[in-house]
């Protein structure tokens, strides 16, 4: 059977769900109570229309999102409705093929990029999040394409694209802390000795110029369209959220209690604090792994944010194929452990909200609980892989290669 294990063969398989989750979407939504597709690709859709029509698209109430997505999405107004689905399928895609050639670079052999690279495009989780209509896969297409355009010193490009990807959506500027670290002098090849490094170099304020550059430019063009609406629903909406629905974070049940409150204010500061504090540690302990360090500082951004919803673990996910090589444990034995206790406590969770949700009875503390469950299991699990994982720089130069001559790892 391991004969099969081919990158190609991976991604017929990989297509392949996401084609059938497809289709049988479309024909849950129409013969079934509880539809398949995701509200928000309604929401989606019907900003498209208004932006077709010549309108904002924050005509449409809850969206929240930059108008190049709406742009991107009018297709599904003049040519057919699942459009963007397919679309985030492809998107999808390009993130599998970037894991390959992420880890190709990384010194992977064949057979082991398909092993890996299978832990996204076999995961039933992203395919049902793509095909059920959730953007989360262009923004991860545009994260991965700016670390690998990094890795390979194509700076100018990378950094456009990392632009583009927190204009897109916020969260990813918090990767600006372990690029910057990673474009030290000497690691980047500038030092004419391997200890030499500066703090300001060339190529770190050349991230910032052309990066911020993007991110202005695409901002200051939506703004002069839409005006401050869109700064508004798009950014300041996010940072003040206030969400008193039920979700995996462990803050949603202060913040419901809290919600007209004048202490939602408090609520949101300490949910903030020490969210802050671990994403910048881990950003700059682990900054010289670009890869492990970005996969750490989401997990931990995803799991102390006062929102969590099952769209934000794509946001780490697309991290784990190509840092996971690099982790002393054991894939089947402790990994599975973790990926158990990751799906069992996310279980508990689900549980309790069917019953709230579905029966109708008051389970507002056990979801809580639920969510302290898991909480406490994501620091474990994040421990746990933080104190196994083997340090891979971003960029490796000839002073800094004493496996140069040894077989790559398959």
Not at 183 to 196: C, E, I, N, R, V
Not at 245 to 265: A, D, G, V
Not at 344 to 361: P, T, V
Request: charge should be positive; hydrophobic fraction near 50%; proline fraction near 3%.
């Amino acid at each position: 059977m391991l004969h099969l294990l081919t990158t190609r063969n991976l991604f017929i398989g990989g297509v392949l769900l996401r084609v059938g989750m497809l289709f049988f979407g479309l024909w849950q939504d129409a013969h079934m109570t509880v539809k398949y597709t995701d509200i928000d690709y309604s929401v989606f859709t019907d900003a498209a229309r208004f932006v077709w029509d010549g309108y904002s698209p924050y005509h449409r109430s809850t969206y929240r999102y930059t108008p190049l997505l709406a742009w991107l999405l009018t297709p599904n107004v003049w040519l057919h409705a699942t459009f963007g689905k397919w679309l985030f399928v492809v998107c999808d895609c390009i993130v599998g093929a970037l894991i390959t050639r992420i880890l190709k670079a990384r010194g992977l052999g064949d057979r082991a990029i398909a092993a890996y690279t299978a832990l996204w495009m076999l995961n039933p989780q992203v395919a049902t999040i793509s095909t059920r209509g959730s953007a989360e896969s262009v923004v991860c297409a545009a994260v991965m394409a700016s670390l690998y355009a990094i890795q390979c010193r194509k700076l100018a490009l990378g950094s456009a694209l990392f632009g583009l990807a927190v204009h897109l959506k916020i969260y990813p500027i918090i990767y600006a802390l372990p690029i910057l670290v990673a474009l030290d002098s000497a690691t980047y090849g500038m030092a004419s000795k391997p200890h030499q490094s500066k703090l300001v170099n060339s190529h770190r304020m050349s991230f910032f110029a052309v990066s911020a550059g993007t991110f202005m430019v695409l901002t200051l063009l939506m703004y002069y369209i839409y005006g401050r609406e869109f700064v508004d629903e798009t950014y300041l909406y996010h940072v003040t959220r206030k969400d008193h629905r039920h979700n995996y974070s462990m803050w949603f049940l202060p913040i419901y209690l809290e919600f007209q409150s004048t202490n939602s204010f408090v609520v949101g500061l300490l949910s903030f604090l020490p969210q802050v504090a671990v994403v910048a540690t881990l950003g700059f302990a682990f900054g010289e792994d670009v890869y492990f360090s970005a996969f750490a500082q989401t997990f931990a951004f995803v799991a102390y944010n006062k929102v969590c919803t099952a769209q934000y673990f794509m946001w780490y996910i697309c991290f784990l194929p190509v840092i996971w090589p690099f982790n002393r444990q054991h894939l089947i034995f402790k990994g599975a452990v973790l990926l158990c206790l990751w799906f069992g406590s996310q279980g508990l969770y689900l549980q309790q909200a069917y019953r709230l949700e579905f029966l109708g009875e008051n389970t507002f503390m056990h979801l809580w609980l639920a969510g302290l469950a898991i909480f406490a299991a994501n620091n474990w699990m994040l421990q746990q892989i933080v104190t196994n994982q083997q340090i891979k720089p971003l960029f490796v130069t000839e002073n800094m290669r004493p496996e140069k001559n040894q077989k790559k790892k398959d």
